[in-house]
């Protein structure tokens, strides 16, 4: 992949999301990806508007909330998207492992998944925000992710919450029910809090351990 791939192009401005995925889905056309937390419905409402033929993967750890599940269906069913759930290798059973070894356990039900689900892609969409707290100051809005060998996109990077919410009551769209229960960052349920007003965004996840994230975005400083 040629580093001319992953600058902007001049025309984009860096908070024009809905471009930036029109633009993605013309250069890499089907070898375009997008992963969704679906911790909120605003890049998912973006990509199914600007790259409708773009597949969404949801990467299911066997430990998502109920309420991410349903939300996930919700919005497929309103929005007419390619949802592809993407599970753990069928050796990889419920366990507690959560308990003792998280890295192995992100590995197994998050890493190895995710390396599926990028295989033949050349192009990556990811809901990344500067926001999210320090570990993703930097994060670009295009970067090449060179542990993955993949151009990595991420057209919210500049946004803030306020842009996010805004969105939100423009197009009319639902919230994942944990939103409003003090969950600004959802991941897996064991390993996911509610955060109090004034801690950082990612202070509920792996709380009291030292991990930060999950391994999905090691290819850059985010
Ligand atoms: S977030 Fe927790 S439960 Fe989910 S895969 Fe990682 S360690 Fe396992």
């Known amino acids: 992949m040629s580093t001319a ?11 024009d999301a809905a471009g930036i995925i029109a633009w993605a889905a013309g250069e890499f056309a ?3 990806v997008f992963t969704a937390s679906f911790e909120d419905p605003v890049l998912v409402h973006l990509v199914a508007e600007h790259a409708p033929r773009t597949p969404i993967v949801l990467l299911d750890t066997q430990y998502l909330f109920a309420e991410t599940l349903w939300f996930a269906q919700k ?41 599926r689900a990028l295989s033949g892609k050349a192009a990556w969409i990811t809901g990344i925000r500067r926001v999210d ?31 996010l919410a805004s969105y939100i009551i423009e197009h009319e769209l639902p919230v994942n029910p944990l939103t409003e229960r003090g969950y600004p960052s959802i991941g897996c349920w ?7 007003p004034g801690e950082d965004k990612r202070a509920g996840r792996w709380s009291g351990q030292a991990k930060t994230e999950c391994g999905l975005h090691v290819g850059e400083k985010s």
């Open 5 to 15: 791939a992953t600058e902007l192009p001049a025309h984009l401005d860096e908070r």
């Open 30 to 32: 089907d070898r375009l």
């Open 75 to 115: 919005l497929q069913a309103t929005l007419g998207f390619d949802l592809q759930v993407v599970r753990p290798l069928a050796e990889v059973r419920p366990d507690d492992q959560w308990m003792t070894d998280v890295e192995s356990c992100c590995h197994r039900r998050k890493v190895e998944p995710l390396q």
């Open 133 to 163: 707290g320090p570990t993703r100051a930097d994060a670009p809005v295009v970067a090449f992710d060179a542990a993955r060998d993949i151009v990595k996109i991420n057209p919210l990077a500049a946004w803030s919450d306020g842009d």
């Open 190 to 196: 064991p390993c996911t809090r509610p955060v109090a």
